[in-house]
């Protein structure tokens, strides 16, 4: 394998975490199969230029640039790639494609190539050559990369991020379980006696693209609610979402005050500050805790478990998923093209999947053979994010509509008017479907 080597990590820059990633991605097992490459012919004088969300971990922004500058050194193509806020990239990801103008590829997230899918190169051909290679795509990949009901992928995810239960296990433990419970009743009474010892859960009800949106969803799924039905038509209305919406009416009262308003960082601070002692969060919050000493008592003291499955018989998490496009009004698609394919292969991939220390799970199977999974315990439980069945827009087919509800936090939105007593179970739902069909009618 083709590591950067250490005198080559150092002129770029990377920081020793980095470099810890890259060392432990040269001992990984990942198999890659003898496939050939798509035909890419790299247009005379292309440069390149690609938007993608903030990092969470810094060395996900480290070895990203620096995979980055390999490619430059391999090809002679200039690559600028720009970090945003996770808030603002979907802004900036309708602008682009609205405009015909801008970057030539944006990481965003989940379903946002299906709501431009007429304004992006179908990536079919490196998707086809990474599949064959690395053992296959996971489902939750399939999902998002490729246009319904076919085999035509406008997107290629990069990794999703779970948000499971992190819990502190002495807070738990006082209020008289072995576990977080795996049932509704258990769990909200759990989170009551927590409440009673001042040791509260909160979790987020703003318009936050990962808090927000998962903790939504998972609230509507447990209760076998769901935004569509498989056939996509509108089905939030009904009693399975009134019931979770109920549920929520008691549930809400237990978190620490202020949750309405919390973006995606907001559950962190209050983590790593003891004002929370349970919320559903990705990997990035257990790590910024163990790598801090002031608070590295409180990563000891965490757990992660995923969350209740409720009604169902599996746990309803869809991971939050990085998903590459590329807009037709770019000038050098064929390089375009090539950088993705790049920095999808085993050498510059599993180095960026040990910097992100778990944040990011793999979209293909081979990458589970990633040291990063055995690099902490507690990490292993993010290991399987892509596998999957649950997606924004679940049940339904995704389209259009399913990414622009999610966009506009037509759930998120719905159980926030609960929890703040400003609308009952009932209208809030009957709101939500109005919201929804909107988009759904076009």
Sequence with gaps: MNIIQRRTALKLGLSAAALAATRASAQSQIQAADTPEPRLQIESGATLRMLRPVRFVQPDEEVFRANAAKFTQKTGVQVRVDFVG???????????ANTGAGPDMIIGFGDAPHIYQDKLVELTDVADYLGKRYGGWL???QRYGKKHGGNNWIGLPFGATAGPTI???????????????????????L???LKAA?????????NAVGDGNGFANWLVWSHGGYLVDEEGKVAINSKETVNALNYLKELY?????????????????????????MTANGVSLYFSVKNDPATAAIAEDSEHQVLPKGVLSESPMAGLTLNAML????????ASKAFLQFMLEREQYDPWLNANLGYWAHPLANYGASAVWTSDPKVAIFKDTMRTNFYNGYKGPLSEATGAATADYVMVQMCAAVASGQSTPEAAAREAERRARRY???
């Design 327 to 334: 807009f037709k009004h770019s000038r050098y698609p064929n």
């Design 191 to 193: 989170c009551k006696k």
């Design 86 to 96: 996770w808030e603002d990239i979907t802004q900036q990801t309708a602008v682009t």
């Design 198 to 206: 001042n040791k509260p859960a909160g979790f987020a009800l703003g």
């Design 440 to 442: 759904f009618r076009r």
């Design 253 to 277: 009262p237990t978190f620490l005050p202020g949750t309405l308003s919390w973006g995606d960082i907001s559950n962190n601070r209050a983590y790593a500050a003891s004002e929370c002692w």
């Design 139 to 141: 489902a939750l990949a």
């Design 167 to 189: 819990y502190r296990k002495s807070a738990v433990t006082a209020a008289g379980f072995d576990r977080v419970p795996d049932d509704h009743a258990g769990y909200l009474d």
